[in-house]
């Protein structure tokens, strides 16, 4: 099974931006994914890329802000987020996808990371 440590998250100004990443333990040829959870909400699913990086897909909430990107030399994904708004405030999570084309279904994700929180402020 794949581990992945996210990293990145912080405080930030709303119109700011933040990098995360991603790095997983092990090597898969699996989509890869971002989702996040707000306090009180369920978890919903921000961005996920395929194994060749030219498969991506967003929720509509970011498209046109975030942008995600994987560098497979280094077992590594990261979600840009620019534009950042309050609502984006959450833990996000990093996942591996259980097959090679992207999902926004969180069942198709079979390993997560921690999380790491980032907090807009307005």
């Known amino acids: 099974q794949v581990q992945l440590v996210e990293s990145g998250g912080g405080l930030v100004q709303a119109g700011g931006s933040l990098r995360l990443s991603c790095a997983a333990s092990g090597r898969t040829s699996n989509a890869l994914g971002w989702f996040r959870q707000a306090p009180g909400k369920e978890r919903e699913f921000v961005a996920a890329?395929?194994?060749?990086?030219?498969?991506?897909h967003y929720a509509d909430s970011v498209k046109g802000r975030f942008t995600i990107s994987r560098d497979n030399a280094k077992n590594t994904v990261y979600l840009q987020m620019n534009s950042l708004k309050p609502e984006d405030t959450a833990a996000y999570y990093c996942?591996?996808?259980?097959?090679?084309?992207?999902?926004?279904?969180?069942?198709?994700?079979?390993?997560w990371g921690q999380g790491t929180q980032v907090t807009v402020s307005s």
């Open positions: 890329i395929t194994w060749t990086a030219v498969g991506t």
């Open positions: 996942a591996a996808g259980k097959y090679s084309w992207t999902s926004d279904d969180s069942r198709d994700f079979g390993s």
